[in-house]
């Protein structure tokens, strides 16, 4: 990723946190990025992130970080199936139970096959990610209303624990999604390179003056 033409800040209105992500759209996406949140405790998220030219996910690593713990995890997908690796230093699980946290297990998956039906992944607490239905799916340039069904490889923050979910993308016009997972809805606001500019409950874009 020799070059970074785009440069997408958001700061968090769920929680006191930002994200700041550097992306290269010519060919699918090249991006790598960063996030800073307060809870569940304090912690430092970095991944970088790999498409296909449909901008299906082919590789996502992702590490996050906190006083007195490290964890990674990556995610690889080739003939239809993911390959999940993980390394852990320290214990989140006492860092969580210290602050008043149930503790949340080891990071990954214990059974990749779960994720076969996902092409997309999703990681907590980021704006970034959304682009990637978005954009593989053609939206929000497919017709209004009407619900695209897709299964994601759903990476929790800060324990990258990694999950499969359901979610729904609905286009509402040339500006904006209705994004939809279990019992949550949000409309999101897109921009013209249909990245979020606003995700109500999650992150709001911050633009350079």
Known sequence: MSTMPKSLFWTRTDTAGAEHALVDDGQG???????????????????????????????????????????SVRLERAADRWRV???????????LTAAGHPPVGLPGTDDPDRLAAALDVDLGGSALFNALPVRRLGLPAAPADVPHRIVVAWVLVPSLV?????????????????????TFTADIDLDADRYVRRYPGLAERIDPR
Not at 30 to 58: H, K
Not at 85 to 95: F, H, P, Y
Not at 173 to 179: E, H, K, S
């Open 29 to 71: 996406l090249a991006a790598r990025g960063s996030q800073l949140a307060v809870d569940p405790i304090p912690y430092t998220c970095r991944y970088q992130l790999a498409t296909d030219p449909e901008w299906a996910t082919v590789r996502c690593e992702v590490e996050a970080e906190g006083s007195g713990w490290l964890r």
């Open 85 to 95: 690796t993980t390394t852990e230093q320290g214990d989140l699980d006492a860092a």
């Open 162 to 182: 990694v999950v499969p979910a359901e979610q729904v993308y609905t286009p509402l016009g040339p500006g904006g999604v209705r994004f939809t997972s279990d």
